[in-house]
């Protein structure tokens, strides 16, 4: 029998990394190089089918602003999983993430699986982040990591993939 399951799940990270353009990928397939920055928050709606299993991931796609950072335990909590992208061209949105990361070890339920994405993987030229970096991060911190281009569409719904695979058994 097909299992029907909802999942929270909360896009964080700095502005302009890509995690408007992350869901737009995953949830209609398109990009557009001059996405309108998030106000507040926006929420999404999309099906993954795995094995047997449908996942409903129910999506909220934060803004990333600082001046909304109050804002965002209402988004982390108790979500199912959280992604938090940082842009492999710019370090400061790395570092940025690895702040997301310690807020959600400290204040997150300790459940939640947590994906960090390198996104912008499209622009090589201009990489300034290793992966290799970024995956002994993530391996330290228990995260599984991807580099991910909602441009070319490589790997993003290979990250919601991975995490509905994760997701406890209902
Ligand atoms: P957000 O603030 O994190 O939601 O970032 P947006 O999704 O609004 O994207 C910010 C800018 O980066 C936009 O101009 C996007 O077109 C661009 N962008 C997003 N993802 C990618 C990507 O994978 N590759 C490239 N080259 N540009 C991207
Ligand atoms: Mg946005």
Known sequence: ANKLKNAKLVLLGDV???KSSIVLR???GQFVEFQESTIGAAFFAQTLSVNDETIKFEIWDTAGQERYHSLAPMYYRGAAAAIIVYDI?????????KKWIKELQAQGNSNTIMALAGNKADLLEARKVSS???????QENGLFFME???KTSTNVNDVFYEIAKRLPQA
Do not use: I
Not at 89 to 95: C, H
Not at 132 to 138: G, R
């Open 26 to 28: 995953f949830v209609k």
């Open 16 to 18: 302009g990394t890509g």
């Open 89 to 97: 061209t710019n370090p400061a949105t790395f570092t940025r993430a």
């Open 148 to 150: 991910t281009s909602a």
């Open 132 to 138: 290799e970096e970024a995956q002994a991060y993530a």
